[in-house]
T-cell receptor
């Protein structure tokens, strides 16, 4: 079974600075997808960014980018120019070929003004 | 596109009672998922449907839990004889099948049903 590990329960960043959230996963599959979801206090899960395992190029969405290291099974999220609205729980997720999505335990990000 | 909707938003029940939650996915999505999330944890997979077929169930889904999607549209999740340990947020998500477009791999989540068992 696939597992997703987020080793940082909490992180904080100064507004306008850059922060990196870590994620590792365990799988025997070669074809899969990785995601970062954001969950603000409203608890609505919002997709931040996605990465296809077959693509070597790291995904980027505006201020959000990933560092995908397939051999190391690592998938970190970098948030640049952090904003107060970025404060939330961030979940790393793995979606297997059979479409079952697994989540990590989450990282709570605090943005300091 | 009105998004994934879940009803009710909050449910408070006494231990031993039965509860039922409803999820309406995005209309063109044929895959529907149920997750459970406790405070401070990531969502845990419970089950998922493709159309009306329930394709996978987690071991977390005890025999007190049953999910249905009779017409391949909305889904219900019923918990019988609720226990205090069932208290959690129950999230529903939907998606297109794999391979049908650039955005089909992502799950769209509803706002969840917060269950409190007293």
């Amino acid at each position: 079974a696939q597992t997703v590990t987020q080793s940082q329960p909490e992180m904080s960043v100064q507004e306008a600075e850059t922060v990196t959230l870590s994620c590792t996963y365990d799988t025997s599959e070669s074809d899969y997808y990785l995601f970062w979801y954001k969950q603000p206090p409203s608890r609505q899960m919002i997709l931040v960014i996605r990465q296809e395992a077959y693509k070597q190029q790291n995904a980027t969405e505006n201020r959000f980018s990933v560092n995908f290291q397939k051999a190391a099974k690592s998938f970190s999220l970098k948030i640049s120019d952090s904003q107060l609205g970025d404060a939330a729980m961030y979940f790393c997720a793995y979606r297997s070929y059979n479409n079952d999505m697994r989540f990590g335990a989450g990282t709570r990000l605090t943005v300091k003004p | 596109d009105t998004g994934v909707s879940q009803d009710p938003r909050h449910k408070i029940t006494k231990r031993g009672q039965n509860v039922t939650f409803r999820c309406d996915p995005i209309s063109e999505h044929n895959r529907l998922y149920w997750y459970r999330q406790t405070l401070g944890q990531g969502p845990e997979f419970l089950t998922y449907f493709q159309n009306e077929a329930q394709l996978e169930k987690s071991r977390l889904l005890s025999n007190r839990f049953s999910a249905e999607r009779p017409k391949g549209s909305f889904s219900t999740l019923e918990i019988q004889r609720t226990e205090q340990g069932d208290s959690a947020m129950y999230l529903c998500a939907s998606s297109l099948p794999r391979g049908l477009g650039a955005t089909n791999e992502k799950l769209f989540f509803g706002s969840g049903t917060q269950l409190s068992v007293l």
